[in-house]
Nanobody
C-alpha cells in the first residue's frame, strides 16, 4: 500500500492550494483517511480526516477554510485549502488506515508568504 501526496508549493496569504493524495489500492480499503501537518519545530498535528462513510473532522484552526474530500474513481483524497495564512506553512502528509495498520505518504511542503 502506497500513498503519494503532491500539490504543495509557495502561495501568498489569502491564496489557495489543493493537495492530492493518491492511493495505490482501492480507496474503499481505507476506513479513515486524513491530512496532517508539521510546522518547523512543532509536532505533527491533524488537519482534517474523513471516514469511509463520509463523516469529516477538522482542526479548529482550519474550519471554514479547508475541505477534505475523496474521489473514489481516482482513489485520491484531496485537501482544498483556501484563504491560506502564514501560520499554515508546514509539511503536509496524508495518512490512511486499513484495519490496524496506518500508512503514510511522503510530505509535501506548503509555504505561505505574508
Amino acid at each position: 500500500v502506497q500513498l503519494q501526496a503532491f500539490g504543495g508549493g509557495l502561495v501568498q496569504a489569502g491564496g489557495s492550494l489543493r493537495l492530492s493524495c493518491a492511493a495505490s489500492v482501492n480507496i474503499f480499503s481505507f476506513y479513515l483517511m486524513g491530512w496532517y501537518r508539521q510546522a518547523p519545530g512543532k509536532q505533527r498535528d491533524l488537519v482534517a480526516n474523513i471516514h469511509s462513510g463520509g463523516r469529516t473532522n477538522y482542526a479548529d484552526s482550519v474550519k471554514g477554510r479547508f475541505t477534505i474530500s475523496i474521489d473514489n474513481a481516482k482513489d485520491t483524497v484531496y485537501l482544498q485549502m483556501n484563504n491560506l495564512q502564514p501560520e499554515d506553512t508546514a509539511v503536509y502528509s496524508c495518512n490512511g488506515a486499513i484495519g490496524w495498520k496506518s500508512y503514510w505518504g511522503q510530505g509535501t511542503l506548503v509555504t505561505v508568504s505574508s
